[in-house]
Nanobody, 115 residues
Framework: QVQLVESGGGLVQPGGSLRLSCAAS????????MDWYRQAPGKQRELVAS???????NYADSVKGRFTISRDNVKNTVYLQMNSLKPEDTAVYYC?????????WGQGTQVTVSS
């Protein structure tokens, strides 16, 4: 089992930046693929970015060039650096750890992009 706690959300103006963190505990962090998802009101949850245990990354087209996912296997933490934020990035952002059929979610952190 792995427990996940997200932090770093908040209110930011369009064009601004935020860095989300997801701290993991309870298991060997390095073996998991770590994903960031988001869910806006009235919409389905969507995958934003993913980083494998080996450090390979993938991004949704909507965030490529603006968001960067990274992981620190010593601190058992995954990050999502979000730059050039847009109002359409407003959502609850969730961290997910997966390996095979196992998946664990954090509680989410709200990101609001508004002037």
């Amino acid at each position: 089992q792995v427990q996940l706690v997200e932090s770093g959300g908040g209110l930011v103006q369009p064009g601004g930046s935020l860095r989300l963190s997801c701290a993991a505990s309870g298991s060997i962090f390095v073996i998991y693929t770590m994903d960031w998802y988001r869910q806006a009101p009235g919409k389905q949850r969507e995958l934003v970015a993913s980083i494998s245990s080996g450090g390979s990354t993938n991004y949704a087209d909507s965030v490529k060039g603006r968001f960067t996912i990274s992981r620190d296997n010593v601190k058992n933490t995954v990050y999502l650096q979000m730059n050039s934020l847009k109002p359409e990035d407003t959502a609850v952002y969730y961290c997910n750890a997966k390996r095979g059929s196992f998946s664990s979610w954090g509680q989410g952190t709200q990101v609001t992009v508004s002037s």
